[in-house]
């Protein structure tokens, strides 16, 4: 199973960036997928954004536009940008990785966006 430990989460005005990290323990190179879940307490998972190995992309309608996700094959982290930011985005975020029938999750980062 990939580990995977997440940074850059915080407390951020609304209309502010942050820059969200996932490192694994393996190379990403050959991990299919790898994206984003957020959670708010008392609700379920759902999916923020996902990138393909092959470098296909998909968003949450209530991000596009806004966020961004990359793979940097040469730090091996996969990296969600988050602009303009809104008070609804605040949730703990979670990064996964599918590597052939498993998934693995990070611990999660709280992201707060609050004036």
């Known amino acids: 199973q990939v580990q995977l430990v997440e940074s850059g989460g915080g407390l951020v005005q609304p209309g502010g960036s942050l820059r969200l990290a996932c490192a694994a323990s393996?190379?990403?190179?050959?991990?299919?997928?790898m994206g984003w879940y957020r959670q708010i307490p008392g609700n379920q998972r759902e999916l923020v954004a996902a990138v393909s190995s092959s470098g296909d992309t998909n968003y949450a309608d209530s991000v596009k536009d806004r966020f961004t996700i990359s793979r940097d094959y040469i730090k091996n982290i996969v990296v969600l940008q988050m602009d303009s930011l809104k008070p609804e985005d605040t949730a703990v975020y979670f990064c996964f990785a599918d590597s052939g029938s498993l998934r693995s999750w990070g611990q999660g980062t709280q992201v707060t966006v609050s004036s």
């Open positions: 393996e190379f990403i190179y050959g991990i299919n997928h």
